[in-house]
């Protein structure tokens, strides 16, 4: 095939055309130059892998323990940290959702529509957004002591600007014309409001709340690790005398608790919220 | 009784929407105001029932000029000229008597729309009102549920429940199929014969406009070009409506 | 909530049509039995909901150690004093003097070199995982999509799979791999790698549901076998949304990575807890500003990427 040819097959078939080496080099250079940061990274690292040459022997006892769950003397203690990561998980979505509210309707453009002031609000939620909730909750313990009041604060502080973000963008996006329909017909702007606006966006909202929800219990169970009450308590501490057989007992317990958690309250988001799915703008 | 409009301007930055338009319409008629889009007819509509401002001219009922209302004397005259809209404008998400009576709620108190209940005559006049279009026996149930000719019809009980002089109608069946739109335009007619409303509605489709209005109006370039009975718009007044190149240039 | 006392006009209602609508009165006396009826029902339901509502709200609150002797006066002056001592003491004459100089930013930042290596640790491991969560993400939704698996029972446990692991918090699983491994970065990887699998997983597997079939049938008409016909027929046209997904993870990842180390599983959230331990609390502030930095930069960075990568993509 001559050269001319085969540019011109080129341009037509890319991806059949054998194309010279220089043009493949060209779209390969992307993947080579991800993968030879990747090995970099891996070799940086330096995961020194002789310290893990004893660890077929934990795995071993690891298997063993975590194919054998039992809740060991301790049941009564684990059900009740399971139900204050369950109290934690609710007052902790309650506490979101309140602050989130005021902040939501701040951040929504139809309240404040100066571009500069909301771009300025959106700016400050995304910062406060990039803190994760852990961060928050050893701030906090060090605050109130160790204990489930950490983690309560830790998840209403660090979801509330996630479903303030969530709250102005379903405020900003809802149908307008019911509202300028009832202005039109000489209701007040609150009547407006309350007839037009609040029937299209509470479900929403209270579908989102579920929705953070469900999230939350697995954070609260996450929470407890570093000290801030419930189930992560006990696994840390399980955990520290190897004790397995009820760290499995213990997680199997957490999943089936997730599962049914999500299993209502999917249900009751498909009621309030019909065919309205949840979005990440 | 009569809506007397004299003089309008209204401009939108450099565009200026209505030009000088004067107009009177009597009580008890049906008019169509027929146009290409861009020639102000929504405008002129939203100017009556001042939900916007007009920047020079009067609009007046009864002698009353209205241009200058605000507060609750504006909003007493909005809900005294009703206004049905081409999506219909009613909450998907509640039911149909609960769209119907926030016709009412100029007239109820603050606290009654806080937990949205109304006064039994109120429900009464709603059920009425759907009677009459056909559509009691919806009353209960979600809007979600209705076609787009039911949600137009409610949204006409809606309109009614203001107990309006004036019913104001923008582009009320554009978004309909034929058989829909001939149901909401019958329940307009009937509205207009038996209650002697006074109707103003713009409409796209001449047909439409010849064969239920008593009166077409035309606009172009913001202004009156064309006022009289549907036979008196023949093919060579249509074309000035729609096709006169200096008026539709100005416009754009 | 209220979203209960809302529920009247929720759910459509028996239907009116049974009874006579012959004259508005009838009409009327039908519309107002119906409506009491719905009302007594609604009553019913919505108190009960309110009162079990507000009664779980309370008592979460109550049970979480919200009651007056725990959470006063004293809790509120023990927050008070940690936010003051998270206060660098600054002087802004100072500002740039050298690190022996209390009241300057490098006597603040003064153990910076040791916070460097942890942040480069922070990205490598975030880096390494979330290119490994893609390898492994894409053989999971190989296994687990329609299009690609047409073994029912392959499909069915992958899925359940990746479903099991995604339940788990990431620290949770970290601090299980930290007793397996030991402490150090090589338990957070693996962490970091196991949860962005299953996240990836079932991402991936979605997009290669959704897929357009036909250049995928016109291989398998020109005679391409099926590892050929996903190789040549599946990927080249699903391979742009998947490296946007990648680049998404990347995020989530770098944000994860920085509170594995809490637990000992490596990078930036190590110092944090030393700094908690040695009460370095106004390094503590510091380490959190490093912390919300990275993951912003992270977050920016990756969106230029992304947005790049579509643009590409509309170009074609």
Known sequence: MNQTLRQDAYAIAPDIVRPRLIERAKRLAPAVVVTLIVLLCLIDLDLDLDRLANWSEIAGRMVAGLLSPTPGDNLEEILAALIETMAMAIAGTVLAVSLALPLGIAGSRTVISHPLAHNGIRFVYDLLRAIPALIWAIIIIRAVGLGPVAGVFAIGLAEAPYIAKLFAEYLDNIDAKPRNALIASGASQFQAFRFAILPQILPQYVGLSLFFFELNVRAAAALGVVGAGGLGVMLEDRLGYAAFDEVAFMIILLLVIVAIVDMISSRLRQKIMGNDQISWG | ?252 | MSSLAQSSDQTPRAPLHAVDQSTPQSAIIAFELQRAANRRRDAIVSSLGLAIGLGLVVWAFHASGFSSNTFGQDSLEKAGQFIFRMDPELEGDLLFEDRTTKGSLAHWFARWPQWREALIETIEMAVVATALSAFFGLLAALASARTTMPIFWVRWTTKRLLEAIRTFPDLILAILLVSLFGLGPFAGLVTLTISGSASLGRFFGEVLENIDKRPREAMRASGAGPLQQIRFGIIPQTSPVLTSMTFLRFETCIASATTLGIVGAGGIGEELNRALTYNQIESYLAILILIIGLIVAADLASGVLRARLSRERMAR
Request: net charge neutral.
């Open chain 2, 1 to 252: 009784m009569s809506l007397k409009i004299e003089r309008l301007n209204k401009s939108f930055g450099e565009n200026h929407v209505i030009r000088d338009l004067s107009l009177t319409v009597e009580a008890g008629e049906m008019v169509g105001v027929i146009g290409r889009s861009g020639a102000g007819k929504s405008t002129l509509l939203r100017l009556i029932n001042l939900m916007e401002t007009p920047d020079s001219g009067t609009i007046a009922w009864h002698g009353n000029d209205v241009a200058g209302y605000h507060g609750s004397a504006l909003r007493e005259w909005r809900s005294q000229c009703a206004m049905i809209f081409q999506d219909y404008g009613i909450v998907d998400r509640l039911d149909v008597i609960t769209n119907v009576l926030a016709g009412r709620l100029n007239t109820t108190s603050f606290w009654r729309s806080m937990i949205k209940f109304f006064k039994e005559v109120d429900r009464a006049d709603a059920i009425a009102e759907l009677h009459n279009l056909g559509l009691s026996q919806a009353a209960l149930q979600r809007a979600s549920t209705l076609s787009g000719g039911e949600k137009q019809r409610v949204a006409i009980a809606r309109a009614m429940m203001q107990g309006p002089k004036v019913l104001l109608a923008d582009e009320p069946v554009s978004s309909l199929d034929p058989a829909n739109s001939a149901s909401v335009m019958e329940a307009l007619k009937d509205i207009n014969r038996q209650r002697n409303m006074t109707v103003l509605m713009n409409i796209h489709d001449v047909e439409i406009a010849k064969s239920y209005c008593d009166r077409i109006i035309g606009l172009a370039g913001g202004e009156v070009v064309f006022d009289g009975a549907p036979a008196e718009l023949t093919h060579d007044r249509h074309a000035h409506v729609y096709g006169t190149p200096q008026k539709t240039l100005s416009a754009a």
